[in-house]
């Protein structure tokens, strides 16, 4: 089994790519930021999992691309305090959350 693509994201919004398939991102944000996921139809069946790294108490927004939801919302924005996950999937038109770890 592949290792999956870890990414260490900090103060800069940042839009994902398809490398992040079957990939975990490590939030180190000190301030409020948004991220854009990459479009659900290059994803389906790829998991991407989200981890707060920072004690800092400011939220991280996940923003679907376009016009692309999560679990029926525009943004997810409460990954907000340190060791906070979150595993999302896609169906290919929109993203799903599977598992949510929130403090």
Do not use: C
Not at 4 to 22: E, F, G, I, M, S
Not at 37 to 51: C, E, R, W
Not at 57 to 85: P, R, W
């Amino acid at each position: 089994m592949k290792s999956p693509y870890v990414q260490t994201l900090a103060d800069v919004a940042t839009t994902l790519t398809t490398k992040n398939r079957n990939g975990i991102v490590l939030l180190a944000n000190t301030g409020i930021v948004t991220h854009t996921l990459p479009p659900a139809a290059d994803m389906v069946g790829y998991p991407i999992t989200f981890k707060k790294t920072t004690a800092a108490a400011f939220a991280v927004t996940l923003d679907g691309n376009g016009a692309e939801t999560i679990d029926g919302a525009a943004t997810d924005a409460d990954i907000d305090a340190q060791y906070d996950t979150k595993t999302i999937v896609s169906d290919g038109s929109n993203w799903h959350i599977v598992e949510s770890i929130i403090a």
